[in-house]
């Protein structure tokens, strides 16, 4: 069963309780996982996605771009500059039985050959995936589509937001949600399967380069509960560290959902803002609930400096 994300933006307005808690100097430090820049499909530069996330109050930001750590070295230099504390990330696009999984690494050394030839060969799929998707549209009579989200990444990695955008973009869809619905999921014209990298590999690569593993955004996938909880069972024989239980798109039950599952199976929280830039204005950095009670978070035995 193809996989995708059932409450992208029904469940992400901005938390009314996070937003008081930080008015009141509740949440002073807020961390956040989960975020993605322009060497993905963010739309702020890695420097600018930093800058951001200071002035929003952020005092700890990874920065997990898709299949790839280019923007890394740049957040990093403008963190420190910033004097906010910085995780290393990538979110690694997975298959697993049949449905895609992201799964976020923190922590990784980014120099590791593993982990660099596992993304080149993601990336491998993804500018076939992308001139795919192309061909796709084109036979639906829209063309030209890969050449503009070719020219909307930059000469980086193209996703499906890229073909989001340029659709939104020539009026074939109201905003991005409606082009996914309508164009880019599993039944739909421009959806191609995803051939992404085993679980137990993402999971491998990462822990080699001394990351940790997290199951990023766990209430998006449509799977039912019981195959979810094998999902859960399975990444933490791997070795898998955490899943997300606070993420911008999860609703404030899944945070409670989530958490269960993360004690029932012996798994750490995290929390990640999943933000992709301004651009998308249903999920703002700075603005992630605390983690619910009973969690052990990923960053406990962190030496985060903040
Ligand atoms: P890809 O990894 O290229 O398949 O694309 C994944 C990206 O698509 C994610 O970063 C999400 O931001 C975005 N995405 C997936 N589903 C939706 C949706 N229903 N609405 C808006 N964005 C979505
Ligand atoms: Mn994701
Ligand atoms: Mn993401």
Sequence with gaps: MACEFSTWFSASTPDENALKMIESGAMSK???????STASDGTLTPAALMQRAHVAGVGVMALTDHDTLEGLSEAESKASQLGMGFVPGVEVSVTWEGATVDIVGLGADRDDQVLQSGLARLRDFRDWRAEEIGRRLEKQGIPGTFEAARALS??????????????????????????????????????????????????????????????????????????????????AELGGSAIEVVSGSHSRDDYFTMAHHARDFGLAASAGSDYHGPEHPWIELGRLPELPPGCRAIWQDWPLNS
């Design 30 to 36: 807020q961390i956040d996982l989960h975020a993605h």
């Design 154 to 235: 930059n000469g980086r990695l193209i996703s499906r937001t890229h073909f989001a955008r340029v659709l939104v973009a020539r009026d074939r869809a109201k905003d991005l949600r409606d082009v996914f619905k309508r164009f880019l999921v599993s039944g739909k014209p421009g959806f191609v399967p995803g051939q992404w990298a085993e679980l137990s590999d993402a999971v491998g690569w990462i822990r080699a380069a001394g990351g940790e593993a997290v199951i990023a955004h766990p209430a998006r996938y449509k799977v039912t509960r019981s195959k979810l909880r094998r999902l859960f069972g399975e990444f």
